[in-house]
């Protein structure tokens, strides 16, 4: 599956990459046309009978549609196709947390040594979904490979894509903008409305910012690594990084601190709440706030329940 609109592979490009994996196996290239088209084609993939590998094309938000589409009747690692990433977006946390290189011509390369070894691992997701008993119950349940956010990055992730929208691109500059326009704007940063409730633990309250995360780096900038959860791993449940203050001085110390953040140790401090291997737990609050998944912000929510699924899904590596 292609995304034609991937923000860093051309045309020119895309059939080179088409060609290469077309010269090791029976292949069909199919575009996707509109919002949504790799989650359908996912879906139908993991409902053929012949299918075997289904290779996506594209930034966080197509592998995020595939992944969907191929776990729309739940998970089943040895019965559904395996998923290999070819990075094409801005960001391809996804694909650069499994190993692969950034750019698309050596990470089809890495697949290609990696169908030849017969390399593969089977890797856990999220998956979110409205809480029951509450306004949010309707909402459909979706998986996410890397990241989900309620509160302020969410609000982030949002502004950036009103400017997508716009026909900006995508770029670090975009997003550093954007996250002192939320801090500015954001009437709950002294005092945050989220509680996450999971079984057997005391309520954590007062959240003004939680970043769900399923590996780590959470995210880049550019080359740098961000690590807001470092223990965070495709082979455990969800691990998560809650903030009570977004106060001046603390955005400062945990800006910073997610800037020099290391496989070894990630934001910390008093306001700040780490969570590690948690397959069960919900984000409540007390107003609607942004909500996003893999950088796709997904609207207002009040109530969120999230599942940490081990060994959902093999790809390729």
């Keep these: 599956m292609v995304n034609p609109a991937a923000t860093t592979t051309s045309a020119r490009t895309r059939d080179v990459l088409i060609h290469a994996l077309a010269s090791e196996m029976k292949l069909e290239a199919v575009s996707t046309e509109y919002r949504g088209h790799a989650r359908d084609l996912g879906r139908r993939a993991a409902e053929a009978d012949d299918i075997d590998l289904v290779v996506a094309l594209g930034g966080d938000g197509t592998v995020n ?44 390369g890495a697949i290609l040594d990696a169908l030849r070894e017969r390399t593969e691992r089977t890797v856990g997701l999220g998956l979110a979904a409205g809480t029951p008993g509450t306004d949010d119950e309707g909402v459909p349940q979706r998986w996410f490979t890397f990241c989900a956010g309620l509160g302020f990055d969410a609000g982030v992730v ?54 769900v995360c399923n590996t780590s780096p959470w995210t880049y900038l550019g080359n740098r ?85 081990r060994r959902a899904l093999r790809v390729i590596v």
Excluded: W
């Excluded at 190993?99 to 011509?105: E, M, Q, W």
């Excluded at 950036?160 to 801090?183: D, I, K, N, P, W």
């Excluded at 633990?201 to 970043?211: E, K, M, T």
């Design 65 to 108: 549609e595939v992944v969907n589409g191929l776990l729309h009747n739940g998970p089943d690692p040895e019965g559904l196709p395996r998923l290999a990433v070819v990075p094409g977006g801005s960001t391809n946390v996804f694909a650069r947390a499994l190993g692969l290189p950034n750019d698309a011509v050596e990470a089809t």
């Design 158 to 211: 949002g502004r950036v894509e009103q400017h997508r929208e716009r026909g900006r691109r995508s770029t670090h500059a975009l997003y550093v903008r954007q996250v002192m326009r939320q801090f500015l704007d954001d009437p709950h940063r002294r005092r945050g409305t989220i509680t996450l409730e999971r079984p057997g633990a005391d309520p954590v309250q007062d959240l003004v910012l939680s970043i």
């Design 225 to 309: 690594p961000v690590y807001a959860s470092p223990k965070a791993s495709f082979d455990t449940a969800l691990d998560v990084l809650g903030l009570k203050k977004l106060s001046t001085p603390a955005v400062a110390r945990y800006g910073t601190q997610l800037l020099t953040s290391s496989p070894e140790r990630g934001p910390h401090g008093k306001h700040a709440v780490t969570l590690h291997d948690e397959t069960d737990f919900t984000l409540h609050s007390k107003v609607p706030l942004p909500f996003q998944m893999d950088g796709d912000h997904l609207g207002l929510r009040t109530s969120v329940t999230f599942t940490g699924v």
